[in-house]
């Protein structure tokens, strides 16, 4: 039982850990259209949020950023998702 219950409680960890580094992507790709003078929403969890990976892929070569966070960010949400869901189920 106790086996079990440190795998739980990795995979919660794991899962809030992934789910950590999708908002921490998501803060990043945001702080970067804005200080390019893209206009993004002003408070930080806003449903136009979701379409920043896509606008900063957009623009990201005529700045010349790195692509990496945009690959990474989908990832991270869905992978942190899942092992917590699997956390919380076991």
Same mark, same amino acid.
């Given at each position: 039982?106790?086996?079990? =219950?440190?795998?739980?409680?990795r995979?919660?960890?794991?899962?809030?850990?992934?789910?950590?580094?999708?908002l921490l992507l998501? =803060?990043? +790709?945001?702080?970067?259209?804005k200080?390019?003078g893209?206009g993004?929403a002003?408070l930080?969890f806003?449903?136009?949020? &979701?379409?920043?990976?896509?606008?900063?892929r957009?623009?990201?070569?005529?700045h010349?950023w790195?692509? &990496?966070p /945009?690959?990474? +960010? &989908?990832?991270? $949400? /869905?992978?942190? /998702?899942?092992? $917590?869901i /699997?956390?919380?189920?076991?």
């Amino acid at each position: 039982m106790r086996e079990n =219950a440190n795998t739980v409680f990795r995979l919660l960890l794991l899962g809030l850990g992934l789910v950590a580094v999708f908002l921490l992507l998501l =803060a990043y +790709i945001k702080f970067k259209l804005k200080d390019s003078g893209y206009g993004t929403a002003p408070l930080f969890f806003h449903p136009r949020d &979701w379409e920043l990976p896509a606008d900063y892929r957009q623009v990201q070569s005529k700045h010349g950023w790195s692509p &990496w966070p /945009v690959y990474l +960010i &989908w990832p991270c $949400l /869905v992978a942190g /998702v899942v092992s $917590l869901i /699997v956390g919380l189920l076991l």
